[in-house]
């Protein structure tokens, strides 16, 4: 064990299977219509999955355009790349990180006139044709060129001659529901946009967009979630596999009669002999505090309900239905037998959020391919 690196002991193991992201991405990229290119989303460290391991992977198995959230994920993920790869910065540039992208070979998502305006100062002063993306909302009211400013940019487009635009992008609302009426709304309003702008690439979808049809696609879509096994087409089956398992142990075991009750608030009191497990995950580690009475885990195949509250480190399981559970043995929290969709669904929130509020305090396990003999 390193010595400080106080999850190499930790009694709780989050397993990352990077060749199903790999095969997802495959997979992904086997979808688009002709020319349309495929990106990997890396911002928030892959959701929480590891962005260090997970952007080689992808460049490994052919991607070529990355977009994180913030300047700092880019400088981290620049030495891990191959040097042309592109990697965009998605909440766009602040007055003094001119340099900082420039030195980096980082491309800001260029989100209001004045983030334009300092890019193309830069320019000049570099005398380069600085590489940007141009962002145009059309319907998150987030981030983005208002429809407004969008099409004054448009008029006065031999401006932006001094940049090189690698892409026009928007992002979608709904894109997973297919029968929303701001998928076809905003896919107008953007291909209104693009007219005013011939020759220029295009990026529009999400995950979940790439399964909205090949109309969605354009010229480089922007898949994360379908990467990390976030079902993108809700309500129907998933197609991509499942990445992040996590497992952990079991501290203690205990039976307990009524009228005893378990954890704080004593939200759960047992009605009958319970044997109850304690395991080392609590909300600390990003298990969700909604997920109090309600979650579960799996020891095999038997489901054993989470009872109590979830606390800081710890959670209490009912494991009266499996009674060869002992001390030191491993549940399943997520995995083969409950998919981070159905962890989500539980605990009341997303895929996303369950994935990238997974703690430090697991130890970090990496499924890859075997590498090649040199
Ligand atoms: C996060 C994000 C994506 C990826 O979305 P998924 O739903 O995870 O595929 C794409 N584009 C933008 C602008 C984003 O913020």
């Known amino acids: 064990m390193a010595a400080g690196d106080a999850s190499a002991a930790a009694p709780s193991v989050l397993t990352v299977d990077l060749r199903a992201i790999a095969a997802n991405y495959r997979l992904l990229r086997a979808r688009l219509g002709g020319g349309a ?18 952007g080689p992977v992808l460049a490994q198995a052919g991607c070529r355009h990355f977009f994180v959230a913030h300047l700092g994920e880019g400088l981290e993920l620049r030495p891990l790349l ?11 540039l602040a007055s003094g ?22 890019w193309l100062a830069a320019a000049r002063l570099s005398s380069t044709a600085l590489p940007a993306v141009i962002h145009i909302d059309t319907g998150m009211s987030r981030l983005g060129l208002s429809p407004a400013e969008a099409r004054h940019l448009a008029g006065e487009r031999a401006r932006l001659n001094a940049l090189d635009l ?65 079902n993108p ?9 499942g990445v992040a398992r996590l497992e952990a142990k079991v501290l203690q075991i205990r039976d307990v009669d009524p009228p005893r009750s378990v954890g704080y608030g004593a939200t759960h009191r047992v009605t ?26 799996f020891y095999g195949a038997v489901r054993l309900p989470v009872i109590g509250r979830v606390s800081m480190d710890l959670i209490t399981l009912d494991v009266t239905s499996a009674p060869a559970i ?25 895929g996303y959020e369950v994935l990238t509020r997974l703690g430090r305090r697991f130890r970090r396990v990496y499924l890859d391919e075997p590498q090649a003999p040199a």
């Not at 990180?97 to 300092?118: S, W």
């Open 82 to 92: 191959p040097p042309q790869a592109a990697i965009y910065v998605l909440n766009g």
């Open 97 to 118: 990180e001119e340099d900082a992208f420039i030195d980096a070979r980082l491309v800001p998502v260029l989100n209001d006139p004045g983030q334009i305006g300092l």
């Open 233 to 241: 087409t809700p309500g129907g089956p998933n197609p991509v596999a």
């Open 326 to 350: 002992g001390p030191g043995d491993i549940v399943e929290l997520m995995g083969p037998h409950l998919a981070v969709d159905a962890v989500a669904d539980i605990a009341g929130t997303n």
């Open 37 to 54: 290119e495929c990106a990997g989303v890396l911002k928030a460290n892959a959701y929480g999955l590891g962005a260090a391991r997970v």
């Open 166 to 230: 690698r892409f026009l992008m928007s992002h979608l609302a709904c894109a997973d529901e297919p029968g929303h009426d701001l998928n076809l709304a905003q896919h107008r309003e953007f291909a209104g946009h693009l007219a005013a702008w011939p020759g220029a690439k295009a990026s529009f979808a999400n995950s979940s967009a790439i399964f909205l049809g090949s109309t969605y696609h354009f010229d480089l879509v922007r898949p994360g979630c379908a990467l990390y096994g976030i």
């Open 272 to 297: 009958g002999r319970t044997r109850i497990a304690t395991i080392a995950v609590g909300y600390a580690d990003g298990w969700l505090r909604t997920l109090s009475n309600r979650g579960c885990a």
